[in-house]
């Protein structure tokens, strides 16, 4: 059976003198595997079209076991972003994480449209020269929405402890084990928690709220950005602990 499947193209790995494993992951089905047999061949037609960080329709034809691949239409190649190394470093660090986050062949059109959504942003930073600060910022955000979408939205409107409002201004914490912000005085009670600023706050909430698209305009100073680094850091290793 022949399935098609709307893909990006996330990497691939060497497995014979002329055989290779692709990962993708699908709007159909989620993360998936499949083989491209004869690929590693000088002729090989297939190759050119398998690129990763490609958005391909890829034919996939499934019997017992991984897939063989059958056909290729490439969609976006995503080349300003290629060719840009500030847009691949962060692709590559946004990636590092997705890899762990999202193991299973499961469907989830919205995180196929999330990671689409990302690489098109990119890439069209990429072809404006913006800054690096621009890149950061859209990969972060990516990061926080895609821990949303897995069911690890920080709560930031109040404290997660005493359920006070959270006041801009304040000494405010993140702590990643109960999923939001703590107040100053509830802070002094846990160990657990990384200091946090206001402004970082404000900017986790913009992400929850908006597309990927807007983040672009945003000005983060790098002080944030380093601020927003460290609470994904703790974020991730929380959920994925
Ligand atoms: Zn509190």
Same mark, same amino acid.
């Given at each position: 059976?022949?399935?098609?499947?709307?893909?990006?193209?996330?990497?691939?790995?060497d497995i014979s003198e002329t055989d290779?494993?692709?990962?993708?992951?699908?709007?159909?089905?989620?993360?998936?595997?499949?083989?491209?047999?004869?690929?590693?061949?000088?002729?090989?037609?297939?190759?050119?079209?398998?690129?990763?960080?490609?958005?391909?329709?890829?034919?996939?034809?499934?019997?017992?076991?991984?897939?063989?691949?059958?056909?290729?239409?490439?969609?976006?190649?995503?080349?300003?972003?290629?060719?840009?190394?500030?847009?691949?470093?962060?692709?590559?660090?946004?990636?590092?994480? @997705?890899? *762990? $986050?999202?193991?299973?062949?499961?469907?989830?059109?919205?995180?196929? =449209?999330?990671?689409? +959504?990302? %690489?098109?942003?990119?890439?069209?930073?990429?072809?404006?020269?913006?800054?690096?600060?621009?890149?950061?910022?859209?990969?972060?955000?990516?990061?926080?929405?895609?821990?949303?979408?897995?069911?690890?939205?920080?709560?930031?409107?109040?404290?997660?402890?005493?359920?006070?409002?959270?006041?801009?201004?304040?000494?405010?914490?993140?702590?990643?084990?109960?999923?939001?912000?703590?107040?100053?005085?509830?802070?002094?009670?846990?160990?657990?928690?990384?200091?946090?600023?206001?402004?970082?706050?404000?900017?986790?909430?913009?992400?929850s709220k908006n597309k990927i698209g807007? @983040?672009? *305009? $945003?000005?983060?100073?790098?002080?944030?950005?380093?601020?927003?680094? =460290?609470?994904?850091? +703790?974020? %991730?290793?929380?959920?994925?602990?």
């Amino acid at each position: 059976m022949e399935l098609k499947y709307t893909s990006i193209i996330l990497s691939k790995y060497d497995i014979s003198e002329t055989d290779r494993i692709y990962d993708f992951y699908t709007k159909e089905d989620g993360r998936i595997r499949a083989i491209g047999r004869g690929v590693r061949k000088a002729k090989a037609k297939l190759a050119g079209n398998l690129e990763s960080l490609t958005l391909a329709d890829v034919f996939i034809s499934k019997n017992r076991g991984m897939g063989n691949i059958t056909g290729v239409i490439p969609l976006d190649g995503f080349i300003s972003a290629k060719t840009d190394l500030v847009a691949i470093d962060n692709i590559f660090f946004a990636l590092s994480y @997705f890899d *762990k $986050l999202i193991t299973g062949e499961e469907k989830d059109e919205k995180i196929f =449209l999330l990671l689409l +959504e990302y %690489f098109r942003v990119i890439n069209e930073l990429s072809q404006e020269k913006k800054s690096e600060q621009k890149a950061e910022t859209i990969t972060l955000g990516f990061l926080f929405n895609l821990a949303g979408m897995l069911g690890y939205k920080i709560i930031t409107e109040y404290c997660v402890n005493c359920e006070q409002k959270i006041c801009s201004g304040n000494n405010n914490f993140f702590s990643a084990k109960r999923g939001g912000v703590l107040c100053a005085s509830c802070a002094k009670l846990k160990t657990e928690n990384i200091q946090n600023s206001d402004s970082c706050i404000k900017l986790i909430r913009i992400f929850s709220k908006n597309k990927i698209g807007s @983040f672009s *305009k $945003l000005r983060v100073p790098k002080k944030d950005i380093a601020g927003l680094k =460290l609470i994904w850091r +703790e974020l %991730f290793n929380w959920i994925h602990d």
